[in-house]
T-cell receptor, first 114, second 112 residues
């Protein structure tokens, strides 16, 4: 079975550029999560969706960050304009309904903003 | 008090040793808990779920102490392949809230 698929795996871009990260969740999973991981702060939840609807975006750092889920099989996280402090590993995860269901993570996108 | 706290380690142990990690949490309403494992430069993967007082899976045992609000992970007969970072994960709240709070992780290095 295909797992969570993220693209790109690596992104290096200059400050001020727009960055778009993509995620395809596991088929049948109705929850999708976007995380950011840094050494200092660990894994931080940015936003999560249930049935394509954003439920909690309180972790989105600021207006430069936006996320969409136009359908059950695709989501994007966009940063515009990007800043060096946005450099981190961004993970997408999905899970089935049920509070005890584990989250399955994609390989992550390593983002470097110069 | 942080929502989830772990000893960052690193724990350096020889093969075959028994090692235990503790994790404390602040939200007394949390019902289920998780231990995830993360290898270097990889994604987190579920190791164990913890619901009642504890759970055992082969060499791994997770225990929950609700009164003291801590979760432990015990690894027996450690292998080189157990070297990783172990993340303690606690749900934020009740109801339909699916937000998980992640500890910073405990680093384990098993040496030959």
């Amino acid at each position: 079975d295909a797992g969570v698929i993220q693209s790109p795996r690596h992104e290096v871009t200059e400050m001020g550029q727009e960055v778009t990260l993509r995620c395809k969740p596991i088929s049948g999973h109705d929850y999708l999560f976007w995380y950011r991981q840094t050494m200092m702060r660990g894994l931080e939840l940015l936003i999560y969706f249930n049935n394509n609807v954003p439920i909690d975006d309180s972790g989105m750092p600021e207006d430069r960050f936006s996320a969409k889920m136009p359908n059950a099989s695709f989501s994007t996280l966009k940063i515009q304009p990007s800043e060096p402090r946005d450099s981190a590993v961004y993970f997408c995860a999905s899970s089935e309904t049920g509070r005890s269901q584990p989250q399955h993570f994609g390989d992550g996108t390593r983002l470097s903003i110069l | 008090r942080k929502e989830v706290e772990q000893d960052p380690g690193p724990f350096n142990v020889p093969e075959g040793a028994t090692v235990a990690f503790n994790c404390t949490y602040s939200n007394s309403a949390s019902q289920s808990f998780f231990w995830y494992r993360q290898d270097c430069r990889k994604e987190p993967k579920l190791l164990m779920s913890v619901y009642s007082s504890g759970n055992e899976d082969g060499r791994f045992t997770a225990q929950l102490n609700r009164a003291s609000q801590y979760i432990s992970l015990l690894i027996r007969d450690s292998k080189l392949s157990d070297s990783a970072t172990y993340l303690c994960v606690v749900p934020r709240g009740g109801g339909n809230n699916r937000k998980l709070i992640w500890g910073l992780g405990t680093s384990l290095a098993v040496n030959p």
